[in-house]
C-alpha cells in the first residue's frame, strides 16, 4: 500500500515591527526585526513518486512557475541532494496568500517543505536548518515559523515572546505587488535607530513602499477607522498590511467591512 500524504501549512509571515539599521558588503541589509506567524496560510502536500515534481494550485497559482526556479522545487532538491535520498516526491502547493506581497510567500513555502520532507523521507533536522539561509534570508525564520528576534540580515534567530500569541489578526493587500528589490532600493539610507519594544518600534520600509504603491497608505487608515484595532502596520517590504484586535468579534467586522478589491486573510497569530 502506498502512504498517505503529509501535509504541511506554510504559516503566513508577519514583521510586528522592522528597523533597517544599514547596507551591508554583500548587498543585503542589516535589520532588527521580530517575526510572527500566522495560524493561516498556504499549504503543501506530499505524495510518494519515483520523481519530484511540484504542482500549483490555488487563487494565485498563475502567478508562480512551478520548474526549478520555484522556491518549494529548490529547497526539496536541495534537501534530496544534502541527505542523498534515492526518492522522488510529488508536492502539491495551495497558493493561498499573494505573491510579493511582504508575507513570506516563497519563503513560507520554502520553510514549509524542508519541514516536510524532513518528515516525509526521515531525514537529519539539522540539514533543513543548514540549507535554510542558502535559499533565502527569510526562510530560517519561515522554517521556525515560531515567534522570533531576526537580527544580520534577519536570519540570525532569538526565539521571543512577544505576547500576541492567539491575538486575531486581519491581513490586507490591495492587490498590487512589490518588488522587495525595489522597496529596498528605495530606503534613504538613514539609521533611525535599535528596535527596543516592537509595539513603539516602526517598518522602515513603509515610506518607500508606500512612494511605490500609495494604496498601501489607504489600507492603513482603512485599518485606523475599525473599531478595536490594538495596531496596524505593514508587514516586511509590503504590500501586505496587518492589524492587530482585542477581539475576535471586531476582527471579523473589519473583515466583512473590507473593500471588495482588497484581499484578506483573517486569522490568528501563532
Known sequence: ?????????????????????????????????????????????????????????????????????????????????????????????????????????????????????????GTDPALAQRLAPELGSDVPACLLSMTARGTGAGDALELVDAGVADTPVLLVNPMLPLSTRDVFAGWDGVDRGPLGDWREGRNDLEAPARRLVPAIGEVLDWFEEQDGVDLARMSGSGATCFALFETEDARDAAAAACPEEWWQMASFVR
Do not use: Q, Y
Open 1 to 121: 500500500m502506498s502512504r498517505p500524504p503529509l501535509v504541511e501549512v506554510a504559516p503566513a509571515k508577519l514583521n510586528l515591527a522592522l528597523h533597517v539599521r544599514g547596507r551591508r558588503a554583500d548587498g543585503r541589509h542589516d535589520l532588527e526585526t521580530i517575526f510572527a506567524f500566522c495560524t493561516d496560510g498556504d499549504k503543501l502536500t506530499a505524495l510518494e513518486s519515483d520523481d519530484l515534481s511540484l504542482t500549483i494550485t490555488g487563487p494565485f497559482a498563475a502567478m508562480l512557475d512551478d520548474g526549478p526556479g520555484n522556491l518549494v522545487h529548490r529547497a526539496a532538491s536541495a534537501l534530496a541532494a544534502e541527505a542523498r535520498v534515492g526518492k522522488g516526491v510529488a508536492l502539491t502547493l495551495e497558493k493561498n496568500l499573494p505573491v510579493a506581497s511582504g508575507i513570506g510567500g516563497g519563503s513560507a513555502d520554502a520553510g514549509a517543505a524542508l519541514r516536510l520532507l524532513t518528515r516525509f523521507w
